[in-house]
Nanobody
Framework: QVQLVESGGGLVQPGGSLRLSCAASGSIFSSYLMAWYRQAPGKQRELVAFITSGGITHYGDSVKGRFTISRDNAKNTVYLQMNSLKPEDTAVYYC?????????WGQGTQVTVSS
């Protein structure tokens, strides 16, 4: 069983930055594919970015060039650096870990981009 705990959300002005963190329990974190998703009110959950165990990254089209996903296996933590934030980035951001057929989700952290 893996537990994921997100942190770092909050209120930020358009053009600002935030860094989200997702801390994972368990000893095989480095083997997991880790991802960030987000869900805005009235919309489906969408993939923001993922990073494989080997460090390969992928981004959703709406965040390319603005967001960066990274991981620190020594700290069992995955990060999402979000720059040039826009009001449309407002959503609850969720961390997900996947290994084979097992998936684990965090509880989510709210990000609000507003002036």
């Amino acid at each position: 069983q893996v537990q994921l705990v997100e942190s770092g959300g909050g209120l930020v002005q358009p053009g600002g930055s935030l860094r989200l963190s997702c801390a994972a329990s368990g000893s095989i974190f480095s083997s997991y594919l880790m991802a960030w998703y987000r869900q805005a009110p009235g919309k489906q959950r969408e993939l923001v970015a993922f990073i494989t165990s080997g460090g390969i990254t992928h981004y959703g089209d709406s965040v390319k060039g603005r967001f960066t996903i990274s991981r620190d296996n020594a700290k069992n933590t995955v990060y999402l650096q979000m720059n040039s934030l826009k009001p449309e980035d407002t959503a609850v951001y969720y961390c997900k870990g996947r290994l084979s057929t097992y998936e684990y989700w965090g509880q989510g952290t709210q990000v609000t981009v507003s002036s």
